[in-house]
Every structure is written in structure tokens, then in C-alpha cells.
């Protein structure tokens, strides 16, 4: 069975950084792009970072772009999003969601399996 699993999210000073991270189990984790999405209270998700099967293609939303790096370990079945600079606005559920194929997707209608999440809160 397809499971992803978020870890590492916390609360963190604005400016400071973070690193969370997405690991899979039970799929061939290789054959699936992955994306990053953020959830705050009272919005839509957002997509806000992706990568294709083996990494070297990355998209960032304009919000986290400069500040934000996604990255995977294929070894590990793992993605990883460090986050710096973060500010009060980046406070939310941040979720990772995998669908099949190389291409990225920014949309969570186009994502069929996610994780259940992990909470990042920025405040003084």
C-alpha cells in the first residue's frame, strides 16, 4: 500500500529555517514526481514546490522561491524541503503528494496519493 509520511515540521522564529521531509513506502518510488503543498487555516492549498522522478527538474511558487529548496534521495525514498528565511505567512499544514509519471505538477487535483501532513508554525 502507497503511504508518504511528512516529519520535521515545528515551530520556528521568523527568519529562521527548517527542513521537512517526505518519505515513501509501498510503491516504486522512482517512477513518481513529487510535490510540495501548504495548507493555512481558512485557505486553499497551494502547490509550492516540485520535483520530477530523479530531481533535476524543481518548480517553485513564486511565494517560496528564493527561499525554499526541494530535493530527493532516491536511496532513502525521501524528499526533502528546506525551508529559510521563513516568515509569519508560511505558517500551515505542509503535505507532500505523489503522482505517477516524470512531469511536474503544480495542482492538487493532479496528485492521487498524499501524506496526512506535518504542521509548521512561524512565530516570535
Known amino acids: 500500500q502507497l503511504e508518504l509520511v511528512e516529519s520535521g515540521g515545528g515551530l520556528v522564529q521568523p527568519g529562521g529555517s527548517l527542513r521537512i521531509s517526505c518519505t515513501a513506502s509501498g510503491f516504486t518510488w522512482q517512477y513518481y514526481a513529487i510535490g510540495w503543498f501548504r495548507q493555512a487555516p481558512g485557505k486553499e492549498r497551494e502547490g509550492i514546490s516540485g520535483?520530477?522522478?530523479?530531481?533535476?527538474?524543481?518548480w517553485y511558487a513564486d511565494s517560496v522561491k528564493g527561499r525554499f529548496t526541494i530535493s530527493r534521495d532516491n536511496s532513502k525514498n525521501t524528499v526533502y524541503l528546506q525551508m529559510d528565511n521563513l516568515k509569519t505567512d508560511d505558517t500551515a499544514v505542509y503535505y507532500c503528494?505523489?503522482?505517477?509519471?516524470?512531469?511536474?505538477?503544480?495542482?492538487?487535483?493532479?496528485?492521487?496519493?498524499w501524506g496526512r501532513g506535518t504542521q509548521v508554525t512561524v512565530s516570535s
Open positions: 520535483t520530477d522522478t530523479n530531481g533535476d527538474a524543481k
Open positions: 503528494a505523489a503522482r505517477m509519471g516524470n512531469r511536474i505538477a503544480t495542482l492538487p487535483k493532479e496528485f492521487g496519493s
